[in-house]
């Protein structure tokens, strides 16, 4: 099974709300990652986790707070968003990271935020 | 730094043809070259991923992509195209010290009519 989860589907909120988005993977995956994906452009890097610690943080403004709680769980927290940062984010996993060798990343369906 | 070109933006193919959707690649040595599905709304599928052996590889949903060193390509075929296959199409290189960051291409919108 090469399943992420990602919850809600969708979110709307405003730019004073704080809100959070979640990701899971059961497959024994060490390393996450978060993505940010508009609208017919390819995903984005923001975000890698190693083994429950922040690897790699590309540049990503600090209104977007990512914390991985346990092995399964990845978390991007969000507070005064901007219009622009209404994208598709996207949650990723892989078998591990810094090997040496690449490996496969798996995505999730995403979460459709809109920022009003 | 590697890079990666899908040279077509929008293909339009008729259900039950053949469909190929181009990449190349610039990158020194061989790269780990993937296929990813992305339908409307939805997140990235992997359809199919070369590291290391035949150079022809088969994925899911009957595509097949056949990695060209020589000309630095890894391009995407299916010879029979479903409605369902109607859909965004992304070619990414993983490459370097970096094991973490993929590359994409722009992708190719795929439209697939009656």
């Known amino acids: 099974d090469t399943e992420v989860t990602q919850t809600p589907k969708h979110l709307v909120m405003g730019m004073t709300n704080k809100k959070s988005l979640k990701c899971e993977q059961h497959m024994g995956h060490r390393a996450m990652y978060w993505y940010k994906q508009k609208a017919k452009k390819p995903p984005e890097l923001m975000f890698v986790?190693?083994?429950?610690?922040?690897?790699i943080n590309e540049s990503v403004p600090s209104r977007f707070s990512p914390e991985c709680p346990n092995s399964s769980l990845l978390n991007l927290h969000l507070h005064a968003l901007q219009p622009e940062d209404s994208a598709l984010y996207l949650c990723a996993s892989s078998q591990d990271l810094g090997a040496g060798r690449w490996e496969t990343q798996y995505f999730g369906p995403g979460t459709r935020l809109l920022v009003l | 730094a590697q890079s990666v070109t899908q040279p077509d933006i929008h293909i339009t193919v008729s259900e039950g043809a053949s469909l190929e959707l181009r990449c190349n690649y610039s990158y020194g040595a061989t790269p780990y070259l993937f296929w990813y599905v992305q339908s409307p709304g939805q997140g990235l599928q992997l359809l199919l991923k070369?590291?290391?052996?035949?150079?022809l590889v088969q994925g899911i949903k009957g595509f097949e992509a056949e990695f060209k060193r020589s000309q630095s390509s890894f391009n995407l075929r299916k010879p029979s195209v479903h409605w369902s296959d109607a859909a965004e199409y992304f070619c990414?290189?993983?490459?370097?010290?970096?094991?973490?960051?993929?590359?994409f291409g722009a992708g190719t919108t795929v439209t697939v009519r009656a």
């Open positions: 990414a290189v993983g490459a370097g010290s970096n094991d973490y960051k993929l590359s």
């Open positions: 070369y590291f290391s052996g035949d150079t």
């Open positions: 986790y190693s083994y429950e610690k922040l690897s």
